[in-house]
T-cell receptor, first 116, second 114 residues
Framework: ETGVTQTPRHLVMGMTNKKSLKCEQH?????MYWYKQSAKKPLELMFV???????ENNSVPSRFSPECPNSSHLFLHLHTLQPEDSALYLCASSQEFTGTSTDTQYFGPGTRLTVL | GNSVTQMEGPVTLSEEAFLTINCTYT??????LFWYVQYPGEGLQLLLKATKADDKGSNKGFEATYRKETTSFHLEKGSVQVSDSAVYFC?????????????FGAGTRLFVKA
């Protein structure tokens, strides 16, 4: 059991839809992450929140909008997506971003997103 | 900047075969090294880690030794099982501007045949 949950597990949406992905961690961590995992591409870090403050935004298009209302919850709001945005979106948490050199990340099971 | 390079897959083995997945890294200072595993339909989970040179991480029959002289952290298992079929990611946590950050390799897919 990872302690990090994600909903929904699967999502199909049209390019004009607006949807949100939710992540919740029960580990008492202070850092939360969104990653994009596409077939045959390396894991892409999208956003990092540390103590509820966004500390990393790796040139992600504005059609992806993160929200972190508290250190246990992380959302990814989606609007006017493109078919190439279809991927597995993984949420992770760790004790603290850039905290220590031994920091382990704990991942949720991911949301499989398909954009039609 | 820091980087991780791991062997391309897929790797296909028969059950009980010996497994090696190569991983090398580039980093300033003294990073910590990790192997994560992703089983089908799941997120990544930590498999093992080593935090200093010559340390050996081990878990579930898998082992990896932190080799500073060759900047490597190769994953090995003496006898793989069908249930080991998954994607394996090498990663490091190392010092960069702003603090310590995690860098993942591209992943190596392992298929084990019965």
């Amino acid at each position: 059991e990872t302690g990090v949950t994600q909903t929904p597990r699967h999502l199909v949406m049209g390019m004009t839809n607006k949807k949100s992905l939710k992540c919740e961690q029960h580990l008492g961590h202070n850092a939360m992450y969104w990653y994009k995992q596409s077939a045959k591409k390396p894991l892409e870090l999208m956003f990092v929140y540390n103590f509820k403050e966004q500390t990393e935004n790796n040139s992600v298009p504005s059609r992806f909008s993160p929200e972190c209302p508290n250190s246990s919850h992380l959302f990814l709001h989606l609007h006017t997506l493109q078919p190439e945005d279809s991927a597995l979106y993984l949420c992770a948490s760790s004790q603290e971003f850039t905290g220590t050199s031994t920091d382990t990340q704990y991942f949720g099971p991911g949301t499989r997103l398909t954009v039609l | 900047g820091n980087s991780v390079t791991q062997m391309e897959g897929p790797v296909t083995l028969s059950e009980e075969a010996f497994l090696t997945i190569n991983c090398t890294y580039t980093a300033t200072g003294y990073p910590s090294l990790f192997w994560y595993v992703q089983y089908p339909g799941e997120g990544l989970q930590l498999l093992l880690k080593a935090t200093k040179a010559d340390d050996k991480g081990s878990n579930k029959g898998f082992e990896a030794t932190y080799r500073k002289e060759t900047t490597s952290f190769h994953l090995e298992k003496g006898s793989v099982q069908v249930s080991d079929s998954a994607v394996y990611f090498c990663a490091l946590v190392g010092a960069e501007a702003g603090g310590f950050k995690t860098i993942f390799g591209a992943g190596t897919r392992l298929f084990v045949k019965a």
